[in-house]
């Protein structure tokens, strides 16, 4: 029975893997989120070679060995994949024709070797305070660094855990009038620099509370 699982997996074609599409997008100083469109011709069929029903999508990083990082169908020829790079990385793949019987060789390989990342982090926030204003509203204010394209306010409540997002500042702002807030109520707030599609790391936590 192997013998005969072996021969029938043989006769399936190789697909011929094609240059896709690759770019990155730049996350932080360190890391950056990248995107691999993969294609490849259909494996043919005739009288010796049997149609796959589908193709396994195999990526190595680094020269590490391939993993399979995916399967479409017979009728798809291409397969985006998205990952997280820290730049400069050597990533390849290739594609397996698979039908009931089995797996044909692999394709050839198509290598790539991600961009480093260009550009420096925003400085982080320093002196970071916060005070009540009035009964339901928060002042927070922090030191104002030179390389910034603006602000990321992050609030929770005192007895949460999780941080969300309050509001995105233009460059050189250096406070936030936070409303809505409940009275006499406990919140947190920290703060972060933006520049470009760069962050700095979190200003220290604050916390306070509103008036009565």
């Known amino acids: 029975m192997r013998k005969w699982i072996v021969m029938i997996a043989a006769t399936l074609f190789l697909p011929a893997l094609a240059w896709g599409q690759k770019t990155c997008t730049r996350v932080t100083s360190t890391s950056q989120n990248c995107l691999a469109t993969i294609g490849w011709t259909a494996s043919a069929v005739d009288a010796t070679h049997d149609a796959p029903t589908g ?3 195999r990526r ?23 990952f997280t790079d820290a730049g400069g990385v050597a990533h390849c793949w ?3 024709a698979t039908n009931a ?7 050839n390989q198509d290598c790539w070797t991600t961009p480093a990342i260009a550009g420096t982090a925003p ?3 320093q002196g970071l305070t916060i005070s009540a204003v009035s009964r339901n509203v928060l002042r927070v204010t922090w030191s104002d660094v030179s390389d910034n394209s603006g602000f990321e306010i992050w609030g929770r409540l ?8 309050v509001a995105i500042l233009p460059a050189d702002s ?3 009038d936070w409303a809505g807030r409940v009275r006499y109520t406990s919140y947190c707030a920290q703060v972060r620099a933006l520049s470009g599609n760069l962050t700095s790391a979190f ?3 604050s916390c306070a509370t509103t008036n009565n």
């Open 174 to 176: 250096t406070f936030y």
């Open 55 to 57: 193709y396994s999508v």
């Open 203 to 205: 200003s220290s936590i």
């Open 94 to 96: 290739d594609v397996v």
């Open 158 to 165: 005192a007895r949460a855990t999780d941080f969300d997002q």
């Open 101 to 107: 019987a089995g797996s044909a060789p692999a394709s």
């Open 60 to 82: 190595s990083d680094a020269g590490a060995a391939k993993a399979e990082i995916g399967k479409v169908d017979a009728k798809t020829t291409s397969f985006q994949n998205t």
């Open 123 to 125: 400085s982080t926030p």
